[in-house]
């Protein structure tokens, strides 16, 4: 491994800001030379700035570095970007013209025609937007790229399985999801404790369209979306990290329960630092996937489907799980970097 | 007041006989003159031989109470039953042939043809299935009632309400169910906290039956049931008392959202001691139901609906709200047998 | 019955200002007539302004009634106060100049020498430093009550029956605590899933200075502070309402283990209102009290002490629980007011 | 690194069992060839057998490997044994007899005279105490040492620390004990949700009487204890992995706190593949330690001590917390075999 690029986290020290940088610490390709966060924060070290709340505590490297304002110039190469939908349109933009890279978590630019929206193992063709994207906007080195919503990204996967064999026509999601991921100080323990929470601001109309475009073709310069109907009801419920997905599906061809699970556990993964040995796994016993003991699965990358059964309504049934702050956020944005890295985009 | 029926309990030191308990103490119709439980318990004090789990602690009038064996005769007028399944089928029967009226919580005889599955406000006529039964089994004075299983009390209400005027052609199904579900010892904490387990042994197939027999007709000496299809897929998760569903419904009929809020709040409760002023509650606010805000509506026999909408697969989406151990068990069972009192069946 | 005293609630909308609203519903001496919050909720109607958090939902009885800013006049004879101590001691004083009772759960003046620290049941002879306290800051009709932290309250009446007897000297208390006791929102449920946390800000000194008002003398218009010395640590834990008390004490003068059962036993109740039948009630199970199973006891009223034993460091160790958001807060101050009324005070 | 150590584990489908697994899987030292259990589990491959509960799934190793029973011979050099105390005596003492090494997480032989209870750091002399032992009870090449229970490990170095240097005199602790300490099925759900437990069966004496032996001196061929007292009250609360400890200290000699950080920084460690780089870490936040931000401090080895100060009874009072399974189970037990190896006792 030669060169490492140098890498800015804007938003450093939120719930997602904390996870990149735990995913960066020791990783061959990226160093991280800059860090930015809000006016409070800016200019303080990190380890002033940040309240730390992940397990095995902030690296060393990290905890020395003042914090910046969210605004180029920042000393780096590329930008990963996790910022407050409130700002990340207007900041993720002055970055990506200021000639950054910006492989971006936030929802802002997620259903921008011009924009990929990526899953690295189901849609790196959208790459192909990236210029599409230059030439329009005006970018000269800079774009933006990002990754799907956590709830969307806990079904997308075994959803793209089965579409790429046998087209999926409709698909019915309750999604279980877990309090990480809304940040700190994020869900107050009195709206949780012994508790479900039938409502998440915002969260039903990203999860019944980001699929479409995800599992898209990219032909003549624009995603032609994929022809299915979504119908998504979110809860959040009382797990730390893990989004849980209650499936069911319509298929436009038939399909036996052998060939469904064949086309989840052979959907190739891919041969980039983050990817997982196993994109997608589907386990035989009757009580999983569950968060606390499925959700690290391959470092966190992995998605695991169970109970997958012919449904007495739809064709069939399934529930699927993934680690919301790492594939769901930013594992899967440090994973989009490795993909840009490997086509030799950055 | 006149006199007051002596009620056994069947099962009394598990969590719902616990709950038959507290919510027979004050009660104007009933006293509590037995208490049976398995052979490990019988002869004890009740105080000795139950750990109780209820908040506000045992009623003073039943510590002293002998715990007898579970099996006839018990010095009662009525038994009410929370028994495993694997020994209800034939204690009940034992019990009814001995010429009590048994209101039973298990789910042994709720799928038998002359058997009544009651929700007391939906299905009152099936009372008249109790005949039937008596000459088909050779009953005297004797016979089984049923209530049924927690998880479709909480949506078969909002369910009973739209199918009696717009006709159910299909349902899809998510439910979150309580830990209490599971009864004592029940669910391993480490099995639930920061999890959620997508398995309870049993439930989906009782999920997706129970409720066309509950909507059901009575002609001619038979339940007719409801022609309907549901869909389950069930979820523990980590609350204590409150089963949530997920509910996406498709209609025969077409019918506005108004039409169903009113259908739902309207539907008629009855004049008995345990209803509630409210059967069905809608509420507005985006965030409700929630298990701890809401199940104690209605002292837990009030059903919570919300976040009734449109759907973009089936007609309508809502979510519904019972307490699993009240109105999905105990409750439900104390109001049947109000409910064959005020019909003079006992 | 005769006349209802008419009753302003100052932080209306918080989680003990919630508490006091449910507390006086049906209350046979108080009638809610005003309710004041923060300038971002005056004006509205209560139900608008209000994010209810109590099980059993928002009394109609509130709802209608207009927000007012916290300031006097409100149109009422008392005020029940909690407040932020940010804004407690300004505020509070406002009113007590203006002429109103003020009974305040805020811990601004509890330290102050001429202000009553109640306990009801244990101190109230206190209240004559009442009419020091008005000549003292020229006050007419109005004063200030306080009663203690709710992490006091949890150990100080077990204490307060051993000091009558046998004159406690030393005490070391590690409480844990429930998050209800930090407000809404209050503790981020990040923070204490799966976790607790060994620091509430201010609390350790609060818990070794109030005992010894509570338990001091009324002697010439002063209160002359009990002998005692009390090392505390405390921690917030994953509950939602009850706080526990793990204690050692050494005592002045020798008690058996019987003596100290029947001095905590039998310590007088009072007959008001909100006296609950027990003040303390020592149970005998090895593994109470339990938040979760106790803290109703006596409507949240009555201290459950367990886990008595000889110590082989101190006396005596035993553990103590109380609700903190009835016994701890707002029930305190409600007993509060009926003591004053009682003694024709107010 | 030369040959491997064949290891068996003895109650390998429990809690500590799959925590030994998953700690000695890649362990440069030690190869797992034989897995024991309990006559239901015996006969079975390990997958079939156990029900692995902890995240990150069961290595791909062991799932073909036959579970024995709990008896001698078993194929391997050495054992760990996590037995349930009903079995552990008679069953360590047969494999000793046998001629295995028996590294020991069970109760049954702390406290024996003969028998080291390890904390290797702290006491790793008292390995001189194994001759005595063979030589007492007849063994040959096998023996027994055990580690000690957990929430006495999580504050018996920081005491060793102060001892060291300055003399315990008393010490009063109240742990906050989590549910995995319990094995599974373990604490039920309904019992420590929204709950706190005040009792631990057979846990107080354990924690009153361990350290004194820890810290004692091996003189003579025998241990003769650390002379100071300890009081303890254990609590059960919500958090799945890290026991925390409230602790107040009397010291025989002077000391500042200056000077008690830096004997506890200090304490050295050891050079053993599973010590951590600190042994001991002072940690300076206010709000730390917590069980899920440090219970995996130095892969779960480290002892985290936080709020040291200067106590108002006591000399001081500090929180200290370590990973129950790692450090007080199975990590403590690896590392005395690797203390073992590195001593050329086996």
Redesign the interface.
Known sequence: MSKKYRVGILGATG?VGQRFIQLLENHPQFEITALAASDRSAGKSFVEACA??????MPDSVKGITVQPIEPPLDCDIVFSSLPSSVARETEEAFARAGYPVISNSSSYRMDEDVPLLIAEINHKHTDLIEVQKQKRGFTTGFIVTNPNCAVISFAPPLAAMHRKFGVE???V?T?QA??GAG????????????????IAGEEPKV?TEAQKILGQFVDGVIEKADF???A?C?R????D?H?A?V?VNLRNTATLEEIVEAMNNFPSLNLYSSPKKFIDVCDE????????????GNGMTITV??LFP????DY?F?SLSHNTVRGAAGSAVLNAELLIDKKII
């Open positions: 719930t730390w709340k992940l397990s095995g505590g409709s698909v019915v309750t279980l309090i990480s700190y100080p994020g869900v107050p323990s009195l709206d949780i404790t012994d508790n479900v929470v039938p409502y019944e109907t979504v119908s009801q809860f419920v009382h797990v730390i893990g849980t209650s069911r009757p009580s999983r996937p569950q968060p606390r003991l499925d959700r690290d699965s169970g109970r449904d007495n309504i739809f049934r529930v």
